[in-house]
């Protein structure tokens, strides 16, 4: 029996894995779900239906190289690991180190995370390496350092919510994304008190009826407006605290200046969300925050990647972040700001080096004495170390040009389904001299590839992840690999040898985090107080957890840094910093229906996974287009007719479902499908000026009825 935790979402649900005694089931181990604190033994249902993956027939066990008439042929791993390697060299020589490319991703282990940038760095001697969480947390993750000085989703834990007498939600279906979830918002509903910020009718605003709280439903991409609105209430009001800004934070005098033009009637032009609803809402945030100060039930706001995947997420995420400053909850026991983390190690896989401005323990990559600790770690000299690479979109761009990348190493992501304007990174991929994919199953991406390796599953490996909460958390392996995978360490150590890379690269989980917990060390995500035991024990440890932090190392005891900021903020005079955020009225296009898109219930991600699991497929076979019901009249078109969605960007089929949960003026697709239903290729690819995030949350698209054939 193995306590592990779910492979899919953030919240790493705790579940137990036992040897399956037949031998001729599908499935190797049977799946339960455990009483851990972010679960309490419930599962979703892909969480319950996880274990099929593991004996699954298009499992990838082989390393395979493409053939001259565009088939794959599998290879063995000496072929495999010499040829990236002679391609590397080759390329390096030809066309100097940043020809070569690396992508790696939110869903790997801390120890793989944190190998792959020090082997792009070090072993390939390349600054041009990102990750898919660029297009997860990264404007989160620039709000909150621009205003706490760090960034670690949740700064406090999870169960702290279930207390909770009001939670503003802004931009999160976690009732679909992440179901466990909703148990922690029972106190808030039970109390009146969940407020669900979204421009749909989600399965998550459904959750405020009944009088357990209320929807404000605002136009697509407007988020920005709403919050600069409620602030505007708190302040003209005299609803902030002002006790708390004067005592710990700056800048209220220059917020309070930039919010005067956003008065309730003017947002509500913009939003659509009515006066009254703007002016109760900000009053009944400011009277629970109040009564939480004397000892009454704590209040939260958290955002989520519907308002933060724009081009304007940061100044959203920091708007937010005002709101909630200003009414005295960050680094308090009355409440706090938090944001929720979507991929499985969405949290540690930022924290430790695949960030192309970043090192590991969240340092950064400009700073001298940044630099010269992980030198010392690594055993080489700073001056090798490369300087800050291309945020994610900017590197697909970059791909093939005539000084961009000519190879590209993809670690644990599908952006032929995932990036925005999907259609241009397959473009973009195709001209490389060179693709390598590292996954379990051919993904749409490794489907591309020039050679494909054959990588471990959850189940089949030994490593960390650190949660939505920042609490880290031991993956432990049930199984034996099948075939040939390997594991990415494994991949990535061999692959040093044969490039004759300075340092050590380790094959071993645990000695990797050994090294990882020094490099942290002193950072702002500071590991080296954490050991391996104590993990496998259970202990309940959150970084920040630095070396002789006096830990308790009791199984269940909480450790390390649970809940962020009580004594002060990570900036050096330990204040919080509200910052003016500005928001352009979005420009009215008549004719056009706004895109928003998200995830499914069933479903994960680009659904790689997911979309190979017969109860999930059979149950979201095909992308829906939600319509309401009389902008599909409009449109002539009927329920379960096929719809071409379009824009200049691409074309794209789906299924009308009408519903009245959706906006007249808003359409919803989710992204989870492949070829002509990947609703990527209608997203735009411009970025947030400060967190180089995509705008994928809002596009404007045209709908046509595509007449069924007979």
């Given at each position: 029996?193995?306590?592990?935790?779910?492979?899919?979402?953030?919240?790493?649900?705790?579940?137990?894995?036992?040897?399956?005694?037949?031998?001729?089931?599908?499935?190797?181990?049977?799946?339960?779900?455990?009483?851990?604190?972010?679960?309490?033994?419930?599962?979703?249902?892909?969480?319950?239906?996880?274990?099929?993956?593991?004996?699954?027939?298009?499992?990838?066990?082989?390393?395979?190289?493409?053939?001259?008439?565009?088939?794959?042929?599998?290879?063995?791993?000496?072929?495999?690991?010499?040829?990236?390697?002679?391609?590397?060299?080759?390329?390096?020589?030809?066309?100097?180190?940043?020809?070569?490319?690396?992508?790696?991703?939110?869903?790997?282990?801390?120890?793989?995370?944190?190998?792959?940038?020090?082997?792009?760095?070090?072993?390939?001697?390349?600054?041009?390496?990102?990750?898919?969480?660029?297009?997860?947390?990264?404007?989160?993750?620039?709000?909150?350092?621009?205003?706490?000085?760090?960034?670690?989703?949740?700064?406090?834990?999870?169960?702290?919510?279930?207390?909770?007498?009001?939670?503003?939600?802004?931009?999160?279906?976690?009732?679909?994304?992440?179901?466990?979830?909703?148990?922690?918002?029972?106190?808030?509903?039970?109390?009146?008190?969940?407020?669900?910020?979204?421009?749909?009718?989600?399965?998550?605003?459904?959750?405020?009826?009944?009088?357990?709280?209320?929807?404000?439903?605002?136009?697509?991409?407007?988020?920005?407006?709403?919050?600069?609105?409620?602030?505007?209430?708190?302040?003209?009001?005299?609803?902030?605290?002002?006790?708390?800004?004067?005592?710990?934070?700056?800048?209220?005098?220059?917020?309070?200046?930039?919010?005067?033009?956003?008065?309730?009637?003017?947002?509500?032009?913009?939003?659509?969300?009515?006066?009254?609803?703007?002016?109760?809402?900000?009053?009944?945030?400011?009277?629970?925050?109040?009564?939480?100060k004397a000892g009454g039930k704590p209040v939260y706001i958290l955002t989520g990647r519907g308002i933060e995947q724009h081009s304007n997420g940061t100044d959203t995420v920091t708007a937010a972040i005002n709101l909630a400053l200003l009414l005295g909850l960050p680094g308090t026991l009355a409440g706090g700001y938090g944001t929720i983390t979507g991929q499985g190690n969405g949290q540690g896989g930022r924290e430790h080096g695949q960030k192309c401005d970043q090192l590991p323990g969240y340092r950064k990559i400009t700073?001298?004495?940044?630099?010269?600790?992980?030198?010392?770690?690594?055993?080489?000299?700073?001056?090798?170390?490369?300087?800050?690479?291309?945020?994610?979109?900017?590197?697909?761009?970059?791909?093939?040009?005539?000084?961009?990348?000519?190879?590209?190493?993809?670690?644990?992501?599908?952006?032929?389904?995932?990036?925005?304007?999907?259609?241009?990174?397959?473009?973009?991929?195709?001209?490389?001299?060179?693709?390598?994919?590292?996954?379990?199953?051919?993904?749409?991406?490794?489907?591309?590839?020039?050679?494909?390796?054959?990588?471990?599953?959850?189940?089949?490996?030994?490593?960390?992840?650190?949660?939505?909460?920042?609490?880290?958390?031991?993956?432990?392996?049930?199984?034996?690999?099948?075939?040939?995978?390997?594991?990415?360490?494994?991949?990535?150590?061999?692959?040093?040898?044969?490039?004759?890379?300075?340092?050590?690269?380790?094959?071993?989980?645990?000695?990797?985090?050994?090294?990882?917990?020094?490099?942290?060390?002193?950072?702002?995500?500071?590991?080296?107080?954490?050991?391996?035991?104590?993990?496998?024990?259970?202990?309940?440890?959150?970084?920040?957890c630095p070396e002789g932090a006096g830990i308790n190392r009791q199984p269940g005891a909480r450790n390390g840094t649970p809940r962020l900021f009580l004594d002060g903020f990570a900036h050096p005079d330990r204040r919080a910093l509200l910052t003016p955020v500005h928001s352009q009225v979005p420009a009215r296009v008549s004719s056009a229906v706004s895109l928003v898109t998200g995830r499914l219930l069933e479903h994960y991600q680009s659904g790689a996974q997911t979309r190979r699991?017969?109860?999930?497929?059979?149950?979201?076979?095909?992308?829906?287009?939600?319509?309401?019901?009389?902008?599909?009249?409009?449109?002539?078109?009927?329920?379960?007719?096929?719809?071409?969605?379009?824009?200049?960007?691409?074309?794209?089929?789906?299924?009308?479902?009408?519903?009245?949960?959706?906006?007249?003026?808003?359409?919803?697709?989710?992204?989870?499908?492949?070829?002509?239903?990947?609703?990527?290729?209608?997203?735009?690819?411009?970025?947030?000026?400060?967190?180089?995030?995509?705008?994928?949350?809002?596009?404007?698209?045209?709908?046509?009825?595509?007449?069924?054939?007979?």
């Amino acid at each position: 029996m193995t306590d592990t935790h779910c492979p899919y979402c953030a919240l790493q649900c705790g579940i137990t894995l036992e040897p399956n005694p037949q031998a001729d089931s599908s499935e190797p181990v049977s799946l339960k779900g455990r009483d851990f604190e972010t679960n309490g033994g419930a599962l979703c249902r892909k969480g319950y239906s996880a274990a099929t993956l593991l004996a699954h027939p298009e499992r990838l066990q082989a390393p395979l190289l493409r053939q001259a008439d565009g088939s794959f042929a599998p290879i063995d791993w000496q072929q495999a690991l010499d040829l990236v390697a002679e391609k590397a060299l080759g390329i390096r020589a030809e066309s100097g180190a940043d020809a070569l490319a690396v992508f790696g991703s939110g869903s790997l282990t801390n120890e793989k995370a944190y190998q792959l940038g020090k082997f792009a760095r070090l072993a390939l001697g390349t600054s041009r390496i990102d990750y898919n969480g660029r297009f997860c947390m990264s404007s989160a993750a620039a709000g909150t350092n621009r205003a706490f000085g760090l960034d670690r989703g949740l700064p406090f834990p999870l169960a702290d919510l279930d207390s909770a007498g009001m939670i503003l939600m802004l931009g999160s279906n976690v009732a679909d994304t992440m179901p466990p979830f909703v148990r922690h918002l029972s106190g808030a509903r039970e109390n009146g008190g969940l407020i669900v910020v979204d421009p749909r009718r989600s399965a998550t605003a459904k959750l405020c009826a009944d009088d357990a709280g209320w929807h404000l439903q605002p136009t697509p991409a407007t988020d920005l407006p709403l919050l600069l609105g409620l602030a505007h209430v708190l302040v003209a009001e005299s609803l902030a605290d002002t006790g708390y800004l004067a005592a710990r934070t700056n800048g209220f005098d220059s917020l309070k200046a930039s919010l005067a033009s956003w008065w309730p009637e003017r947002t509500a032009k913009v939003t659509g969300v009515p006066a009254e609803q703007i002016r109760h809402t900000a009053r009944a945030l400011a009277h629970a925050a109040s009564e939480a100060k004397a000892g009454g039930k704590p209040v939260y706001i958290l955002t989520g990647r519907g308002i933060e995947q724009h081009s304007n997420g940061t100044d959203t995420v920091t708007a937010a972040i005002n709101l909630a400053l200003l009414l005295g909850l960050p680094g308090t026991l009355a409440g706090g700001y938090g944001t929720i983390t979507g991929q499985g190690n969405g949290q540690g896989g930022r924290e430790h080096g695949q960030k192309c401005d970043q090192l590991p323990g969240y340092r950064k990559i400009t700073d001298p004495d940044h630099r010269a600790h992980v030198a010392r770690v690594w055993g080489v000299d700073p001056e090798i170390i490369p300087g800050p690479g291309l945020p994610a979109v900017e590197l697909f761009d970059a791909l093939g040009t005539p000084t961009g990348p000519r190879m590209m190493m993809i670690h644990g992501a599908n952006p032929v389904i995932s990036a925005p304007d999907a259609s241009r990174v397959s473009q973009a991929l195709a001209s490389l001299d060179f693709l390598v994919v590292c996954d379990f199953f051919l993904s749409e991406t490794a489907a591309q590839a020039d050679l494909v390796l054959p990588v471990l599953q959850w189940a089949e490996e030994e490593g960390s992840m650190t949660n939505l909460e920042g609490r880290i958390l031991r993956r432990r392996a049930a199984l034996a690999a099948p075939g040939n995978a390997r594991s990415e360490l494994w991949i990535l150590s061999q692959l040093a040898q044969r490039l004759d890379a300075p340092g050590h690269f380790s094959p071993d989980a645990q000695e990797v985090f050994e090294e990882l917990k020094l490099a942290s060390a002193g950072g702002l995500a500071d590991y080296s107080g954490v050991r391996w035991d104590d993990l496998d024990a259970g202990a309940a440890i959150y970084w920040p957890c630095p070396e002789g932090a006096g830990i308790n190392r009791q199984p269940g005891a909480r450790n390390g840094t649970p809940r962020l900021f009580l004594d002060g903020f990570a900036h050096p005079d330990r204040r919080a910093l509200l910052t003016p955020v500005h928001s352009q009225v979005p420009a009215r296009v008549s004719s056009a229906v706004s895109l928003v898109t998200g995830r499914l219930l069933e479903h994960y991600q680009s659904g790689a996974q997911t979309r190979r699991v017969a109860e999930l497929e059979q149950a979201a076979p095909e992308p829906l287009l939600e319509i309401h019901p009389a902008t599909a009249r409009a449109h002539q078109i009927s329920h379960g007719q096929r719809v071409l969605v379009s824009n200049e960007r691409g074309d794209v089929i789906a299924r009308a479902k009408l519903s009245a949960d959706t906006r007249l003026d808003t359409v919803f697709l989710p992204f989870h499908y492949p070829k002509s239903g990947t609703a990527n290729l209608l997203t735009e690819a411009r970025v947030d000026p400060i967190s180089a995030m995509p705008e994928f949350k809002h596009a404007h698209i045209s709908l046509r009825p595509v007449e069924e054939e007979s």
